[in-house]
């Protein structure tokens, strides 16, 4: 069963700081995905990582794909307050069923 | 383009009455999914249509969830009877089939069971 791992669960930062949240699963997938989910709102696609290796940049923020370490990064540059939200990364098992983290509450305070 | 559809937005029901919630996906998309979303938790998949044909329903409470996709187009989730756990944000998402299969999701439906 695809396990998927998020931390931290909490983030608290300043604004202009940077930061990183890890995403770690448990079995071989090859495609990876990271959403935002504003409160009381759905979620919004931020990225779609097809392989290993891969490096997507949208603003302040940039999501990477390491296949071998089942490891994916978000890093945030310079976070302003329009990022708090909470960011789920999720991984596609079988069928393209995917499987999503516990989520990471990013609050970005002045 | 549209995006995903769905209806009601909010509802309220006491437990052991009977809902239904519906989803519109994007046009063209082949794949829908229907999600739950506990507070504070990630989205769990409860069904994956491909077409109108099922393909994962592993996580699906049979006992008192199913779900239709007549016509290979729209989809409605039912619960009945429902139980105070259900108390949830029922999500649907669709995709391509081919691709980075990047799923779109609807606004969601909030569900309170008191």
């Known amino acids: 069963e695809l396990k998927v791992e998020q931390n931290p669960l909490f983030l608290s930062m300043q604004e202009g700081k940077n930061y990183t949240i890890y995403c770690n699963y448990s079995t071989t997938s090859d495609r990876l995905y990271w959403y935002r989910q504003d409160p009381g709102k759905s979620l919004e696609s931020l990225f779609v990582l097809l392989s290993n290796g891969a490096v997507k940049q949208e603003g302040r923020l940039m999501a990477s794909l390491d296949t071998k370490a089942r490891l994916s990064t978000l890093h945030i540059t310079a976070a302003v307050h329009d990022l708090s939200a909470t960011y789920f990364c999720?991984?596609?098992?079988?069928?393209?069923?995917?499987?999503f983290g516990t989520g990471t509450r990013l609050q970005v305070t002045l | 383009e549209a995006g995903v559809a769905q209806s009601p937005r909010y509802k309220i029901i006491e437990k052991r009455q009977s809902v239904a919630f519906w989803c519109n996906p994007i046009?063209?998309?082949?794949?829908l999914y229907w999600y739950q979303q506990i507070l504070g938790q990630g989205p769990k998949l409860l069904i994956q249509f491909q077409n109108n044909g099922v393909v994962d329903d592993s996580q699906l409470p049979k006992d008192r969830f199913s779900a239709e996709r007549l016509k290979g187009v729209d989809s409605t989730l039912k619960i009945q009877p429902a139980k105070l756990e259900d108390s949830a944000v029922y999500l649907c998402a669709s995709s391509l089939v081919a691709g980075p299969r990047e799923q779109y999701f609807g606004p969601g439906t909030r569900l309170t069971v008191t």
């Open positions: 999720a991984v596609a098992g079988t069928a393209s069923k995917l499987t």
């Open positions: 046009s063209g998309h082949a794949t």
